[in-house]
């Protein structure tokens, strides 16, 4: 086991709302994008998030910081669950280093935190490297813009991301 993998911890509540916070700015992005009416609230939202993730595309050829995590993750495939490491986090998806191989354009639930407060989330692996002993895995948040179309309009998009079962 590498140290990547031996460092790793039960995620905290602040770290768990951070990933929280990265996925709320994906989703909002998602709506933005395919057109969907933001409610005012999230537009608020989105703006906080966007200054807080959004990177200087000027001078990175990212375009989200990447915040670190360094905590277990579970990712659930259809060949069944694999244990990695959730390494950092931004505005778009995670990187994650695990000892399984897995197919790049994978769909993946990635499952974390404590038992009573587990956070879940689909992703999809777009890149897969070497890292030693283990591999270095790109997941994209992915999302179902339909989910905000039937949502109540007085509750916040925040609703999509599920605790997990």
Not at 63 to 84: K, W
Request: glycine share 8%; aromatic share 4%; net charge positive.
């Amino acid at each position: 086991m590498t140290s990547a993998m031996q460092r790793s911890r039960v995620p905290d509540a602040g770290q768990l709302n951070v990933v929280k916070s990265c996925h709320d700015y994906a989703l909002l992005h998602m709506h933005e994008q395919v057109g969907l009416r933001l409610t005012p609230a999230e537009r608020r939202m989105l703006k906080g998030l966007r200054r807080l993730l959004e990177g200087d595309s000027a001078h990175h050829r990212r375009c989200h910081r990447r915040l670190p995590l360094m905590i277990p993750v579970i990712l659930r495939t259809r060949d069944g669950e694999h244990r990695a490491t959730a390494i950092n986090i931004s505005g778009g998806g995670m990187y994650v280093m695990s000892a399984d191989d897995l197919p790049e354009l994978s769909t993946v639930d990635v499952v974390m935190g404590p038992v009573r407060e587990r956070y879940r989330f689909t992703g999809v692996i777009m890149w897969s490297k070497p890292r030693g002993t283990l591999r270095g895995l790109g997941i994209r948040f992915s999302a179902v813009p339909l989910l905000r179309s039937i949502a109540p309009r007085n509750q916040p998009i925040v609703t999509d991301f599920s605790p997990a079962a």
